[in-house]
């Protein structure tokens, strides 16, 4: 007996999905990181050499000495808290808030907010710790200054100031740190070659911090110190007589800040400034670079490169991830061929191909746009309400199909029912709602119910009136409701949109000579579609921003024919209309095959120009 044995190939294992993008993004952003940790070092360690004593200074230099471990000191316990403050607040959307008044209120109950003072005042406290402890007897900054052979020590109050002021320093940096959102790393519209290129650009921002924050704190401190003087000189003195035999006198000195204490105090609030300011820089200016590692893209490290990117655009709960994952798409649109070719090849790909997956995240970051737009734009004010004319066809009788032959002719009414007219009656043919149509043919309500309501509307009229010339001002600033911050908060991350863009029309324009499946031109008509239709929203909402009647400045800019400004609204409008003029003038030839609709190339034609 023969018996036959069936063979099949086995089916082909599943494709393994692409290894994760921030699987590769974290070891970068970890040497950025450390990268900005050994600038942070290096200027603790120029510190430490000017505050310490100098008798040798060939030996002072040298980081056996005393410099040494007072680098470590300042690294760890000064600089480092600002760097890990930095990590723990990044973010990369901008948060924006209705009004200063709002913003003030989120702040005051917000923990981030007194974490942050706090870690400023123990960074400054650090800092002063250890320039105290490198005074020498002459500087008389100790606890106690000592008297005469037959004098007790007293309490030294310049000590108590110099303790004072490091706190007060640090509170004006912890404030300024919240006030201008400073954890958020915000990436410039052209992007910066080299850390030491967006370092010199950041030099302007590092003199006005370093002036503000020296300057200010220096001449209000001896002000602020006034109220707290009595209590911290009573305490103090209390704790130190446990461990000094001092002045048995309770009364307090002479007012300790003169000429030389003021000198004193500005520089060392200088060196604390200098200390977070290098560490805000160097944070920054590593973490702007563009997204390579040893001269290659992030997901270039990945088996499957573009699958990898797709993961990195599909992060939207990590905001820095999602960004650095849409410029990289930018860069390899334009610059990448061999990257362009394979997304363009990738068509066994299931459910969707590399191509519609990118595709489909991009065009989402439009719709995301439209629609928080979308919801901010001023409907345009209804068309009067005209009674419907009546309707002769539907009061005559209803006319019969004519009889079928050798069966009767059906039974018509030639009448309506009562609740048939009713329901006519409230059918618009002017797209009224019914609520609207009842409300027309109900009578008027009396004078005297109407007389409240009128009256309420004219004093919240009376109100915004009297309180305009005060939002006007300086002092009304903290509540207007500015048309700039409402733009913010419908675009909180224009960046990521205005990349989505451009590289989707980079990659629909190089499809013409790389595509050779032609995998992208059957969704050019739907990219023009949706860039249109953003690009119209956006545009109506320029046209006719909603204003807020707290929003005076804005208001003013309008009624003198200008525009005010919307950052956010303007950039991606820019990005919109380039796009479509590049997809428009590679596609235009070609539009008539691809089906795409007339009115739709009416709109691409007036982007361009030609009529």
Same mark, same amino acid.
């Given at each position: 007996?023969?018996?036959?044995?069936?063979?099949?190939?086995?089916?082909?294992?599943?494709?393994?999905?692409?290894?994760?993008?921030?699987? /590769?993004?974290?070891?970068?952003?970890? *040497?950025?990181?450390?990268?900005?940790?050994?600038?942070?070092?290096?200027?603790?360690?120029?510190?430490?050499?000017?505050?310490?004593?100098?008798?040798? &200074? /060939?030996?002072? $230099?040298? &980081?056996?000495?005393?410099?040494?471990?007072?680098?470590?000191?300042?690294?760890?316990?000064?600089?480092? &808290?600002?760097?890990?403050? *930095?990590?723990?607040?990044?973010?990369?959307?901008?948060?924006?808030?209705?009004? !200063?008044?709002?913003?003030?209120?989120?702040?005051?109950?917000?923990?981030?907010?007194?974490?942050?003072?706090?870690?400023?005042?123990?960074?400054?406290?650090?800092?002063?710790?250890?320039?105290?402890?490198?005074?020498?007897?002459?500087?008389?900054?100790?606890?106690?200054?000592?008297?005469?052979?037959?004098?007790?020590?007293?309490?030294?109050?310049?000590?108590?100031?110099?303790?004072? /002021?490091?706190?007060?320093?640090?509170?004006?940096?912890?404030?300024?740190?919240?006030?201008?959102?400073?954890?958020?790393?915000?990436?410039?519209?052209?992007?910066?070659?080299?850390?030491?290129?967006?370092?010199?650009?950041? $030099? %302007?921002?590092?003199?006005?911090?370093?002036?503000?924050?020296?300057?200010?704190?220096?001449?209000?401190?001896?002000?602020?110190?006034?109220?707290?003087?009595?209590?911290?000189?009573?305490?103090?003195?209390?704790?130190?007589?446990? /461990?000094?035999?001092?002045?048995?006198?309770?009364?307090?000195?002479?007012?300790? #800040?003169?000429?030389?204490?003021?000198?004193?105090?500005?520089?060392?609030?200088?060196?604390?400034?200098?200390?977070?300011? #290098?560490?805000?820089?160097?944070?920054?200016?590593?973490?702007?670079?563009?997204?390579?590692?040893?001269?290659?893209?992030?997901?270039?490290?990945?088996?499957?490169?573009?699958?990898?990117?797709?993961?990195?655009? *599909?992060?939207?709960?990590?905001?820095?991830?999602?960004?650095?994952?849409?410029?990289?798409?930018?860069?390899?649109?334009?610059?990448?061929?061999? *990257?362009?070719?394979?997304?363009?090849?990738?068509?066994?790909?299931?459910?969707?191909?590399?191509?519609?997956?990118?595709?489909?995240?991009?065009?989402?970051?439009?719709?995301?746009?439209?629609?928080?737009?979308?919801?901010?734009?001023?409907?345009?004010?209804?068309?009067? #309400?005209?009674?419907?004319?009546?309707?002769?066809?539907?009061?005559?009788?209803?006319?019969?199909?004519?009889?079928?032959?050798?069966? &009767?002719?059906?039974?018509?009414?030639?009448?309506?029912? %009562?609740?048939?007219?009713?329901?006519?009656?409230?059918?618009?043919?002017?797209?009224?709602?019914?609520?609207?149509?009842?409300?027309?043919?109900?009578?008027?309500?009396?004078?005297?119910?109407?007389?409240? $309501?009128?009256?309420?509307?004219?004093?919240?009229?009376?109100?915004?009136?009297?309180?305009?010339?005060?939002?006007?001002?300086?002092?009304?600033? !903290?509540?207007?409701?500015?048309?700039?911050?409402?733009?913010?908060?419908?675009?909180?991350?224009?960046?990521?949109?205005?990349?989505?863009?451009?590289?989707?029309?980079?990659?629909?324009?190089?499809?013409?000579?790389?595509?050779?499946?032609?995998?992208?031109?059957?969704?050019?008509?739907?990219?023009?579609?949706?860039?249109?239709?953003?690009?119209?929203?956006?545009?109506?909402?320029?046209?006719? !921003?909603?204003?807020?009647?707290?929003?005076?400045?804005?208001?003013?800019?309008?009624?003198?024919?200008?525009?005010?400004?919307? $950052?956010?609204?303007?950039?991606?409008?820019?990005?919109?209309?380039?796009? #479509?003029?590049?997809?428009?003038?590679?596609?235009?030839?070609?539009?008539?095959?691809?089906?795409?609709?007339?009115?739709?190339?009416?709109?691409?034609?007036?982007?361009?120009?030609?009529?």
């Amino acid at each position: 007996m023969v018996y036959s044995i069936s063979r099949s190939l086995p089916a082909p294992a599943p494709r393994a999905s692409p290894p994760q993008y921030q699987a /590769f993004l974290t070891p970068l952003l970890h *040497r950025r990181f450390a990268h900005a940790c050994l600038i942070s070092l290096g200027f603790c360690y120029a510190l430490a050499f000017l505050i310490s004593n100098k008798p040798n &200074p /060939f030996w002072t $230099i040298l &980081p056996f000495s005393w410099t040494g471990p007072k680098c470590a000191v300042l690294f760890f316990f000064s600089a480092m &808290p600002i760097l890990i403050l *930095r990590i723990a607040q990044l973010h990369v959307v901008k948060r924006a808030f209705p009004s !200063p008044l709002h913003t003030l209120k989120r702040s005051i109950g917000s923990f981030v907010t007194y974490s942050t003072i706090i870690t400023y005042m123990f960074a400054s406290g650090t800092f002063t710790t250890l320039y105290l402890l490198s005074c020498t007897d002459k500087d008389q900054l100790g606890v106690v200054i000592e008297g005469r052979s037959y004098e007790r020590p007293r309490l030294n109050e310049r000590f108590l100031y110099l303790c004072f /002021f490091s706190i007060y320093v640090g509170l004006w940096q912890g404030i300024h740190h919240v006030y201008k959102d400073r954890a958020r790393l915000e990436f410039p519209e052209v992007p910066v070659t080299s850390p030491q290129e967006a370092a010199r650009k950041m $030099i %302007p921002l590092v003199n006005w911090n370093l002036g503000l924050l020296t300057i200010g704190p220096a001449v209000t401190a001896p002000f602020a110190y006034l109220p707290f003087r009595q209590i911290v000189w009573s305490n103090t003195l209390w704790v130190a007589r446990s /461990f000094y035999w001092l002045n048995r006198s309770t009364a307090l000195p002479p007012y300790p #800040v003169g000429p030389g204490l003021f000198i004193r105090s500005t520089v060392m609030a200088a060196m604390i400034v200098l200390s977070a300011e #290098v560490a805000h820089v160097a944070f920054t200016v590593y973490f702007l670079e563009q997204p390579f590692a040893n001269n290659k893209l992030v997901s270039d490290k990945s088996p499957n490169p573009n699958g990898t990117l797709v993961t990195g655009l *599909r992060t939207s709960k990590a905001p820095l991830t999602q960004f650095i994952a849409f410029w990289e798409l930018d860069f390899l649109s334009s610059e990448r061929p061999d *990257r362009r070719k394979a997304i363009y090849n990738d068509v066994d790909r299931k459910p969707s191909t590399t191509w519609e997956q990118i595709l489909s995240e991009c065009l989402r970051t439009l719709t995301e746009v439209n629609t928080s737009v979308s919801s901010l734009i001023i409907p345009p004010a209804p068309e009067p #309400v005209t009674p419907p004319a009546e309707n002769l066809a539907l009061t005559a009788p209803l006319s019969s199909p004519p009889p079928i032959p050798m069966s &009767p002719a059906p039974f018509v009414s030639t009448g309506r029912s %009562p609740g048939r007219s009713f329901v006519e009656s409230m059918q618009s043919t002017t797209g009224e709602t019914p609520d609207k149509l009842v409300r027309s043919r109900l009578p008027p309500l009396p004078e005297e119910m109407n007389a409240p $309501i009128v009256q309420a509307r004219e004093n919240l009229n009376s109100l915004k009136e009297y309180t305009v010339p005060m939002l006007a001002s300086t002092f009304g600033y !903290p509540l207007r409701h500015t048309i700039a911050r409402t733009t913010s908060a419908a675009i909180p991350n224009h960046r990521v949109v205005c990349h989505a863009i451009s590289a989707l029309s980079k990659l629909t324009v190089a499809s013409l000579e790389e595509d050779d499946y032609g995998v992208v031109q059957n969704h050019v008509v739907g990219i023009l579609k949706a860039f249109l239709e953003t690009l119209e929203t956006l545009e109506r909402f320029l046209e006719k !921003p909603p204003i807020h009647w707290t929003d005076t400045e804005s208001k003013l800019i309008m009624e003198q024919g200008g525009k005010p400004e919307m $950052i956010e609204a303007e950039e991606v409008a820019k990005e919109l209309k380039d796009a #479509v003029k590049e997809i428009g003038g590679a596609f235009m030839p070609h539009f008539e095959d691809m089906g795409c609709p007339r009115e739709l190339q009416n709109k691409v034609a007036t982007v361009l120009g030609i009529y």
